[in-house]
């Protein structure tokens, strides 16, 4: 999209137009989508840059790890302009496992980290991006809010895979129902097996599938970690001045803000010169957190949005905090995670997910 639009640019100033050479706009570029652009991955380099003491050829190899280093270090600037305030949650659309990004896209070393061994060829050995469909989004005002609930899925996650309520494990008539073949014969074997078999274990495979299987567990969690922030929040989280500390520890977090700065300077200074390099006489380009735009993902003060791919998955969970905002995910042709659908009419749902109430005429 930005080569694109750099590209154009370029040509528009070449002498496509000379009456309209005097225009120039300005675009407004989301960092939360541009992870995955080429332009982003190769970032344009200055002519005549000297990599590793010498000029180096567009084509030999130090140019082409330079860049690549280039786009990796970039990458991370962009993700730190709104690291924190976002989550994306993708799942399996086989097993139903369920992964947490703080990216829209899916990164390999990410999702790996997060899927548990339970037995053979429950572990991919690499990031098959077709496998893994977009299942919502969360959106927070604050960072560390938002940090701090990642944290919490992930735990939770990880808890309930390595330690399975017993409920989650046994042999139920509805796990006997959904198991039971529909021909006569194997149907009637089936049932003679599983006869006596009722509150047992699940066999080893069976519980590997059954613990997998996260997608409603994953709405159960994040409704939870939700009503955990706000009795958190009322207790003064994120505030760094929450009682007496000693004088070591204020030179810490003194330092730890020093260093904080140091690196969000840094990573200014690495997109302005991005932006610089794609504008032109007639388009100008600006890296900006979403909410100095008219983004739909923009959180209102005080409120936690969730957008779903299906807005029927908010069920999974008995009760929403108050402060949630539901909407729905916008249709996306690649695997990066779309935003917000824009609303047309009326809105389906609300604070507390409330249902639309229909009129008796």
């Known amino acids: 999209m ?43 380099i200055e002519k005549g840059a000297v ?4 000029v180096r050829a567009r084509n030999s190899n130090a140019f082409k790890t330079h860049q690549w280093k280039e786009g990796v270090r970039l990458k991370k600037a962009l993700s730190a302009v709104t690291h924190g305030k976002n ?7 086989r097993t139903n496992q369920v992964v947490y990004s703080l990216t829209r896209y899916l990164e390999k070393n990410n999702v790996l980290k997060q899927l548990i ?41 990880k808890q309930r895979q390595l330690d399975p309520p017993r409920e989650m494990i046994t042999i139920t008539e509805k796990y006997l129902n959904q198991k039971r073949p529909r021909d006569p014969t194997k149907a009637k074997e089936f049932d003679e097996k599983y006869a006596d078999k009722l509150g047992w274990l699940m066999e080893k495979k069976d519980r590997a599938r059954a613990v997998m299987d996260q997608k409603a567990t994953s709405v159960a969690d994040i409704a939870a970690v939700i009503a955990i922030q706000e009795k958190e929040i009322e207790d003064g989280f994120g505030e760094y001045n929450r009682g007496p ?24 200074e690495r997109i302005a010169k991005f932006t610089k390099a794609i504008s032109s006489p007639i388009a100008e380009f600006k890296v900006v957190d979403p909410k100095e735009t008219d983004n739909a993902d923009v959180v209102e003060a005080d409120t936690v949005k969730i957008l779903w791919n299906d807005m029927h998955d908010a069920r999974h969970a008995q009760s929403w905090p108050i402060k949630v905002v539901h909407g ?25 997910f409330k249902e639309r109430e229909v009129s008796a005429n």
Do not use: C
Request: charged share 25%; no cysteine; hydrophobic share 40%.
């Open 2 to 44: 930005a080569t694109q639009a750099a590209t154009a640019a370029r040509q528009f100033w070449d002498g496509a137009n000379p009456a309209a050479q005097h225009k120039r706009t300005l675009a407004l570029l989301d960092p939360t989508k541009m992870g995955t652009w080429q332009i982003v991955r190769r970032p344009p």
């Open 51 to 54: 990599i590793q003491g010498l």
């Open 87 to 93: 989550i994306f949650v993708y799942h399996n659309i």
């Open 117 to 157: 061994y339970h037995g053979k060829k429950t572990v991919p050995a690499t990031l098959r991006k077709d496998m893994w469909a977009p299942y919502y989004s969360v959106h927070f005002q604050d960072s560390k809010v938002g940090l701090r609930a990642f944290h919490l899925l992930r735990e939770f996650s």
């Open 245 to 268: 500390i000693s004088i070591n520890a204020r030179k810490r977090r003194a330092a730890a803000r020093r260093k904080e700065a140091a690196k969000a300077a840094e990573h200014a």
């Open 328 to 352: 729905e995910l916008d249709l996306s042709r690649d695997h990066v995670m779309a935003g917000q659908k824009p609303i047309k009419g009326e809105v389906l749902a609300s604070y507390g």
